[in-house]
């Protein structure tokens, strides 16, 4: 399938290490975060979501963080493994109106 | 329990000629979602679906680009006289209800070259 993201942001850790992958939002009317996993040649997988009712939830082996301070949204994926390389989206909603997402930022599970 | 889908995974067209590409959301959900997503870019947004109201249009760069979505199912995205610059994944999404509230959910997506 066709690689998506060639030109954003990377980040790379070593199996088994945790990651951060941080996402800056625009609205501070937004009310609804999404992070979702894109494999290459796939559609976005939902991964997680919060409301901004809440500043941080957790799933397995994942954690996102919101501080709506400073509009800032992070996932953290604990114990990387080598099947979590994927782009990362970072979307927000504001209620009732569209999703708009991040820019995205591919993580590389170095062995 | 079959999640979106689309058709066709990948289209090679001729520049000038118009293409259609369908997108057949979860059963049951009432919103639908058109996005592209251009190599080393992010989602674009082009237009959105709820139930029977009007669609939101917002998104869409040119009037070569129009959509439908009939009888509150099926959507089919056309391109008309397509340009080089429309070569890019086109994501279709599809949410139970009103954003903000429920997830939304990809298909695939359709690879259009343009050449």
């Known amino acids: 399938g066709e690689s998506v993201g060639l030109h954003l942001p990377t980040l790379s850790v070593q199996e088994g290490d945790n990651s951060i992958i941080n996402c800056a939002y625009s609205n501070s009317a937004s009310d609804y975060f999404i992070w979702y996993k894109q494999e290459s040649g796939k559609g976005p997988q939902f991964i997680i979501d919060?409301?901004?009712?809440?500043d941080k939830r957790q799933g397995q082996r994942v954690t996102v963080l919101l501080n709506k301070t400073v509009k800032h949204l992070s996932l953290q994926i604990a114990a990387t493994q080598p099947g979590d390389s994927a782009v990362y989206f970072c979307a927000e909603n504001n209620y009732g109106q569209n999703f708009v997402f991040g820019p995205g930022t591919r993580l590389s599970v170095l062995p | 329990g079959a999640g979106v889908s689309q058709s066709p995974s990948n289209k090679v067209t001729e520049k000038g000629k118009d293409v259609e590409l369908r997108c057949d959301p979860i059963s049951g959900h009432t919103a639908l979602y058109w996005y592209r997503q251009s190599l080393g870019q992010g989602l674009e947004f082009l237009i959105y679906?709820?139930?029977?109201?009007?669609?939101?249009k917002s998104g869409l760069p040119s009037d070569r680009f129009s959509a439908e979505r009939t009888g509150g199912s099926v959507s089919t995205l056309t391109i008309q006289r397509t340009q080089q610059e429309d070569s890019a994944v086109y994501l279709c999404a599809s949410s139970a209800g009103t954003p903000g509230v429920n997830t939304q959910y990809f298909g695939p997506g359709t690879r259009l070259t343009v050449l």
């Open positions: 679906f709820q139930g029977n109201s009007a669609p939101d």
């Open positions: 919060i409301r901004s009712n809440m």
